[in-house]
Antibody, heavy 122, light 110 residues
């Protein structure tokens, strides 16, 4: 059974930093691209960042570029999101999600974690 | 940037058919994916590649995509289908691809 378990969320002041983790199990983690997707309270889904299986390709949403860094450790079956210079508008539930597309042309999210809440507030 | 437009809400009686649309410029040329999200839960993929269903998703869920509109159709709607539904595409039109979601549609079962 595919499982994705996020951790590391919490309350942080504006301008602060936080590192999220996602522990993967039930599949060959090193074979799949991964993503972070967030959802502000009462709002819709927003894609945050993508990392390919070998970490060779990384993309960010414009809203987080230059502040967030995605990484992975295939030996530990783990995905990370380092978040710096946090702003009020970064408050959201952050989900890690597996890319279910093997072609590279039609990426989508076939499995999601339960999410971890990040609250940016003074 | 590419924009996906969904109606904020759709209401349907039990046993009837619900249709949730997702509008985008020439969206028929893209592959559309749909997610169901119930309150307090993570999203679940219900349709991928326009019309394919993941294992475990009832046949009542189907999808289509043509022209400027993609549609998620839920037949014989049940109370348990009440949820928010999001469409999603991959916008590869620039050097920096983006994964785009629609604003979401709240399905209410009357």
């Amino acid at each position: 059974e595919v499982q994705l378990v996020e951790s590391g969320g919490g309350l942080v002041q504006p301008g602060g930093s936080l590192r999220l983790s996602c522990a993967a199990s039930g599949f060959t983690f090193s074979s799949y691209s991964m993503n972070w997707v967030r959802q502000a309270p009462g709002k819709g889904l927003e894609w945050v960042s993508y990392i390919s299986s070998s970490s060779s390709t990384i993309y960010y949403a414009d809203s987080v570029k230059g502040r967030f860094t995605i990484s992975r450790d295939n030996a530990k079956n783990s995905l990370y999101l380092q978040m710096n210079s946090l702003r009020d508008e970064d408050t959201a539930v952050y989900y890690c999600a597996r890319d279910g597309d093997s072609s590279g042309y039609y990426p989508h999210f076939d499995y999601w974690g339960q999410g971890t809440l990040v609250t940016v507030s003074s | 940037s590419y924009v996906l437009t969904q109606p904020p809400s759709v209401s349907v009686a039990p046993g009837k058919t619900a249709r949730i649309t997702c509008g985008g410029n020439n969206i028929g040329s893209k592959s559309v994916h749909w997610y169901q999200q119930k309150p307090g839960q993570a999203p679940v993929l219900v349709i991928y590649y326009d019309s394919d269903r993941p294992s475990g998703i009832p046949e009542r869920f189907s999808g289509s995509n043509s022209g400027n509109t993609a549609t998620l159709t839920i037949s014989r709607v049940e109370a348990g289908d009440e949820a928010d539904y999001y469409c999603q595409v991959w916008d590869s039109s620039s050097d920096h691809p983006k994964w785009v979601f629609g604003g979401g549609t709240k399905l209410t079962v009357l």
